[in-house]
């Protein structure tokens, strides 16, 4: 079992550009969480997600953000445009679909670096 | 709004001192509380568990309390060795939901 993979783990983006990042959950995981850590900060929670469907995206910013969960492939996250402000370390965890109960297991991690 | 903290924000001991790690919330109506440990640059590892309804976990040189009525958890290590140097955070579930709050950290260094 692989756990939690995310990549990359490092990426450099200018102002004004893209950045995509991707979680593949554990395997018979099915929900998906997305985490944001700051320089010298907690992590904070931006969207909760399952296959196809956003189950709480109270922590995402209302724009340039998104996140998908698709049926086939992995969860991605996305940052249009993106600013200094994004730089930070994106965590992703998943869970089994049983709410409350589970224990997140975290992947190490996506470091987004904006010059 | 729930909130959590964690103090102190950084420590540094020498080998083989027994330390304590405070949490504190706000809202006491948690599901369950865990504390991580965070290497620089890698992700999250899970080191204890505590159910709402239970007063401590313990594995290994490490031991977690929970006092849900005051909102503090305490991380106790025992006899702390270098390879303890880490960021330690709790993070709080709230019932019915999986999202976690989490602490902003004790950044803790052990030396020899």
């Known amino acids: 079992n692989a756990g939690v993979m995310q990549n990359p783990r490092h990426l450099v983006r200018r102002r004004g550009q893209e950045a995509r990042l991707r979680c593949s959950p554990m395997?018979?995981?099915?929900?998906v969480y997305w985490y944001r850590q700051l320089p010298e900060e907690g992590l904070k929670f931006m969207v909760y997600l399952q296959k196809e469907n956003i189950i709480d995206e109270s922590g995402m910013p209302k724009e340039r953000f998104s996140a998908e969960f698709p049926k086939e492939g992995p969860s991605i996250l996305r940052i249009q445009q993106v600013v200094r402000g994004d730089s930070a370390a994106y965590f992703c965890?998943?869970?089994?679909?049983?709410?409350?109960?589970?224990?997140?297991?975290f992947g190490a991690g996506s470091r987004l670096t904006v010059l | 709004k729930q909130e959590v903290t964690q103090i102190p924000a950084a420590l540094s001991v020498p080998e083989g001192e027994n330390l304590v790690l405070n949490c504190s919330f706000t809202d006491s109506a948690i599901y369950n509380l865990q504390w991580f440990r965070q290497d620089p640059g890698k992700g999250l590892t899970s080191l204890l568990l505590?159910?709402?309804?239970?007063r401590e976990q313990t594995s290994g040189r490490l031991n977690a309390s929970l006092d849900k009525s005051s909102g503090r958890s305490t991380l106790y290590i025992a006899a702390s060795q270098p390879g303890d140097s880490a960021t330690y955070l709790c993070a709080v579930r709230l019932y019915n939901t999986d999202k976690l709050i989490f602490g902003t950290g004790t950044r803790l260094q052990v030396f020899p």
């Open positions: 505590i159910q709402s309804s239970q």
């Open positions: 965890a998943s869970s089994q679909p049983v709410v409350g109960a589970n224990v997140l297991t």
């Open positions: 395997k018979g995981h099915s929900h």
